[in-house]
């Protein structure tokens, strides 16, 4: 089993910044992909950014990227996703997950572990 943890969400104005981590504890792995979601209120839960380490890749939406910076360090079995420039549009859920596959996919389905979410808002 794999736990992970979501912190740094909060209320922030329209430009600007936000750090969000996930630690993760258990039966860890480098193999496997990391990736944000998020779901805002009546959407459906959509890829915000993946980190492989197994292939050195950063893989973002289209929606974020530019804007958002995701990170990992091994030794702490942490993820971050680094905002920047934040809109309204942002707003949502943001939740951390671990892939069950080696290659990185976009798709909710191909995660296996999940975190409970952190909540950001950003106002106009």
């Known amino acids: 089993q794999v736990q992970l943890v979501e912190s740094g969400g909060g209320l922030v104005q329209a430009g600007g910044s936000l750090r969000l981590s996930c630690a993760a504890s258990?039966?860890?792995?480098?193999?496997?992909?990391m990736a944000w979601f998020r779901q805002a209120p009546g959407k459906e839960r959509e890829f915000v950014a993946a980190i492989s380490w197994s292939v050195g890749g950063l893989y973002y939406a289209n929606s974020v990227r530019g804007r958002f910076t995701i990170s990992g360090d091994n030794a702490k079995n942490t993820v971050y996703l680094q905002m920047d420039s934040l809109g309204p549009e942002d707003t949502a859920v943001y939740y951390c997950?671990?892939?069950?596959?080696?290659?990185?996919?976009?798709?909710?389905?191909?995660?296996?572990?999940w975190g409970q979410g952190t909540q950001v808002t950003v106002s106009s």
């Open positions: 997950a671990r892939s069950s596959t080696p290659i990185v996919v976009t798709i909710t389905s191909a995660y296996n572990y």
């Open positions: 258990g039966r860890t792995s480098s193999n496997y992909p």
